[in-house]
């Protein structure tokens, strides 16, 4: 260990020592930005670049398992991100599927899909189901795994499964007019049942959500972090969450 690794620990462990957990945010979303940049401003290629990010979120489950977070949704592959070359797509799902069995198999994790299926390959559909059925009864984090998501399509998507419902009831559009608000469309998100994200973290110096959590994150504090995802380390995970302790929540009062 070299001396900035020293001092970068000791400043972590100071933090986390001043961290009131009871303050800590029960839901986090976070957009795994800056792979390809991380990558080229290492010198490696972008594949290298998804593979260190796919490998980071590990570390990202452990220190959130530390300060009692419940539930972490990881932004790993958004609708527009599928129209990218197949030269670039392929091993990029390819990294996808290995982190979500990876995810599956570290035992403690309980991994649920967000996104729209349909959109995905039969091969990623295939390591997505089965990750969230082998890992159904486990007990720790619900790990939210978004691929293929976009937040328009998601409200597109709940607002469809929403009107197909009250079409099996036999409900007319004039009746579903008269009753439909906001708790109707949020029981048809791909996040039904869940808290809305209380943080959303995204790094590599972008500060916009790019369609994340639309519906989800109306009430949610946002935290934009320099760093590429690959290099994000223990320390700036506990800065975004000091950051939001220190927040006055007011939910629009």
């Known amino acids: 260990m070299n001396l900035r690794d020293l001092v970068y620990g000791l400043y972590a462990r100071r933090v986390e020592g001043r961290l009131d957990h009871a303050q800590v945010p029960k839901h986090i979303g976070v957009i795994l930005d800056g792979n390809r940049r991380w990558a080229k401003a290492s010198g490696g290629t972008p594949e290298q670049g998804h593979k260190a990010g796919a490998d980071k979120i590990q570390e990202l489950l452990g220190w959130c398992a530390e300060t009692d977070v419940e539930v972490v949704t990881l932004w790993m592959l958004s609708t527009d991100n599928l129209n990218r070359p197949e030269e ?144 994000f380390r223990k320390v700036d995970f506990l800065r975004a969450l000091r950051d939001y302790a220190a927040r006055h929540r007011r939910y629009g009062t």
């Open 88 to 231: 670039q797509l392929v091993p990029l799902l390819g990294i996808i599927e290995n982190a979500v069995r990876a995810l599956a198999a570290d035992g403690r994790w309980r991994v649920h899909h967000v996104g729209t299926m349909d959109l995905l390959p039969a091969r990623t559909q295939s390591v997505l189901k089965e990750a969230q059925e082998a890992t159904r009864e486990n007990t720790g984090i619900l790990v939210n795994v978004a691929v293929g998501y976009g937040g328009r399509q998601e409200i597109a998507d709940a607002v469809r499964s929403l009107l197909l419902e009250h079409a099996e009831r036999g409900t007319s559009f004039e009746e579903l007019a008269e009753i439909v608000d906001v708790e109707h469309i949020s029981e048809h998100l791909y996040t039904r049942g869940q808290p809305d994200p209380d943080l959303v973290i995204r790094t590599s110096g972008e500060q916009r959500l790019s369609g994340f959590m639309l519906w989800q994150s109306a009430h949610s504090e946002y935290y934009f972090c320099e760093v590429h995802w690959p290099a």
